[in-house]
């Protein structure tokens, strides 16, 4: 790529072709106030707040949408610029609302800082703000509000709604100073195509937009900021977690703007009826009495004994039941064995090796497949990729198009695919696919032997055509599970527990009631001596087993996982020591080490259709038994049922 030079403020600098004179400054790490400018979304230069001086034109210009050019003579703090700058931010707050003491972005807010930088403010106008104030716009919604006097029309909100998540969900009502962001439906939490991401929110550089449950609960300058990975789907996107080390009170995107309402809305699942200790038959017990209790279960009757893991824990934990079973020689299984394990063995066999595709391949590609579940419910910020994306002015990836191949459309729909209605995954086949195609399918659609099979069509067809496959789990660390573990298939271990061969079930998580009926599971715990659960939540299962141990969520712990972006370590935004790590390893030091020789051999997994798999409609808000908690998430999915029903 061609570069170019050009000066800012006297100091000489290289940038190649088309890069904004705003990139070129922030090289120099100089700062330039900027409103509607961020680096994932398309220039807009609206704001004009960006004004940086070129001596060779003798004028001020928008740093943000002009392109450097060789030879510019660039002024950041020159003193015309200074005062137009100035200028720009009185008619701003001409008519904003001086209400920083009662506006919750008081403390992030770029109009209170770039006032305060720029110096005492005069209004230009006779005109006062309260002779300006501007209609009100109730979005009707419990979860966002638009607070129509404080925005600074930067348009950013509808800028990131519609160029990162692709739902169109605002748009702008009116011209100039009368202009009001607005839903395209109301109420806005039932009726409209937002996705409740919470990224308008964030993107707002003023206290425009409201994220109502955070509303007046606190201040930002006294919470803590703890930057880690989403633990509530396999994408693992950096999120940034406020806390005051005992609750969290709201969980935002990072400058990446990747995240959806599955840690948005889903952050309350940290304060919903928790699990603290530990439960024997219902009654309050210690904790180590607890773990001291499974050591001897599992010390009475190793081949008795079957653990199902789930895929949402961390793989430090993993390594410690590692550990177990190979010293115990317990039964280990998980639900990732009748849902993403069938699938990858499948195109191995076929293919000989899986490598997961990257974001740039999704980009990149100019066909999306999405085939079984729709992956923008399961797994939402995949979709954001659907179609190109920006980055410091520049477009990233190219726009696509997009097929569905299932029997029902979720929020893809927002990309208005082409629609291929059948039950019958094969049917795939019939596409043409290349090199530019990305097939993408989440691990939620088919199960056991069905999903083998499926494996093993994509896996030819990888073979046959070079189509990229995206093998989609949507639980965090499916991929550790399977990788990490030597795993008994979930049928083979329910099947032995209804003809007496195991007797102890102990659970790591809740993920079981997602993929085996309620009936099915009333049975097995029918045939069980002992049921355990460890789990962070005193409901559910914690009710029916007779020992429930309560442990830490993904927030509380720094665990680290495998999923769309590799291997990520994240960090803990506060103290919970019963992670699953913590207790395996507990429980690990009290068993025994049981003989090899009298262990029963391991057989090769023979995958095989189960009558008690269940098949729930997964949407945006339901995340696996973690959503569930999550007051938030289960409002959301009542008011979207009734949009849903509408629609059928």
């Avoid at 559910?540 to 509380?556: H, R």
């Avoid at 992670?579 to 391991?602: A, F, G, H, N, P």
Wanted: charged share 25%; glycine share 6%; with cysteine.
């Amino acid at each position: 790529m061609k570069e170019i030079k050009l000066t800012i403020d006297g100091q000489e600098i290289t940038v190649p072709e088309g890069t904004t004179v705003l990139e070129a400054i922030k090289k120099l790490n100089k700062v330039v106030p900027t409103f509607c400018y961020h680096p994932k979304l398309p220039i807009f230069g609206g704001c004009r707040m960006c004004l940086v001086y070129e001596k060779r034109w003798r004028t001020n210009i928008i740093a943000c949408a002009t392109p450097a050019q060789e030879g510019m003579e660039i002024e950041t703090e020159n003193k015309q610029t200074f005062e137009e700058r100035k200028f720009i931010l009185e008619m701003l707050f001409t008519r904003h609302p001086l209400d920083c003491p009662i506006c919750d972005k008081a403390g992030e807010c770029d109009l209170q800082n770039w006032g305060t930088y720029y110096g005492p403010q005069i209004n230009p106008s006779t005109i006062t703000p309260f002779e300006k104030i501007r209609p009100e716009e109730d979005w009707q919604s419990d979860y966002f509000e638009f607070v129509s006097n404080r925005c600074v029309l930067c348009l950013r909100c509808i800028s990131v709604c519609k160029n990162v998540v692709g739902a169109d969900a605002l748009f702008q009502e009116e011209r100039g100073f009368e202009i009001l962001i607005s839903p395209d439906k109301k109420p806005m939490d039932s009726e409209s195509s937002c996705e409740a991401c919470g990224l308008c929110v964030d993107v707002c550089p003023v206290g425009a937009i409201l994220f109502k449950p955070f509303k007046f609960n606190a201040r930002a300058w006294l919470l803590d900021e703890t930057v880690t990975y989403c633990g509530m789907c396999s994408m693992q996107c950096p999120v940034a977690i406020d806390h005051d080390q005992q609750k969290i009170y709201r969980i935002r995107s990072t400058a990446d703007l990747e995240i959806c309402a599955g840690a948005y809305l889903g952050y309350d699942i940290h304060s919903s009826n928790r699990l603290k200790g530990a439960l024997i038959n219902g009654q309050t017990t210690d904790i180590n009495k607890a773990m001291e209790k499974v050591a001897h279960i599992i010390n009475e009757a190793p081949q008795e004994t079957a653990v199902v893991v789930s895929p949402y824990i961390e793989n430090e934990a993993l390594d410690k039941l590692k550990k177990l079973q190979e010293k115990t020689g317990i039964y280990v299984s998980s639900t990732a064995s009748i849902t993403l394990l069938p699938v990858i063995k499948g195109f191995i066999e076929e293919n000989g090796s899986y490598t997961l595709p990257d974001k740039n391949d999704i980009l990149e590609a100019e066909r999306i497949i999405v085939a079984g579940n729709d992956v923008a419910d399961t797994n939402p910020v995949i979709s954001y990729f659907f179609h190109k994306n920006y980055l410091e002015g520049f477009e990233i990836g190219k726009d696509k198009e997009i097929i569905f191949i299932g029997e029902k459309a979720g929020h893809i729909k927002k990309y208005n695919p082409k629609h291929i209605q059948t039950d019958d995954l094969s049917q795939i086949k019939n596409i043409n696919l290349d090199e530019n195609t990305v097939v993408v399918y989440s691990t939620t659609a088919l199960k056991g032997k069905t999903a083998y099979e499926f494996g093993k069509l994509l896996g030819h067809l990888y073979k046959e055509t070079k189509a990229k496959v995206l093998i989609l789990p949507q639980e965090t660390n499916a991929y550790g599970v399977i990788n990490k573990l030597d795993l008994d298939y979930l049928p083979d271990i329910l099947q032995k527990i209804k003809k007496g061969k195991i007797k102890n079930l102990i659970l790591y998580g809740e993920d079981i009631v997602d993929h085996i009926s309620d009936e099915e599971l009333q049975e097995i715990y029918a045939q069980l001596e002992n049921s355990v659960v460890i789990t962070p939540f005193l409901d559910g299962l914690a009710l029916s087993s007779n020992i429930a141990i309560g442990s830490a969520l993904w927030m509380e712990k720094g665990q680290t996982t495998e999923g769309f972006g590799g291997i990520r370590k994240g960090r803990k935004a506060f103290e919970n020591i019963f992670t699953e790590e913590y207790i395996t390893d507990k429980i690990l030091q009290m068993v025994k080490t049981i003989s090899v020789s009298i262990r029963e051999k391991r057989q090769e997994i023979e995958f095989y259709d189960y009558e008690g798999f269940d098949y729930p409609q997964i949407n945006l808000w339901d995340f696996g038994y973690l959503g569930r908690r999550s007051k938030n998430l289960a409002d959301m999915r009542v008011k979207r049922s009734q949009l849903i029903y509408k629609e059928e």
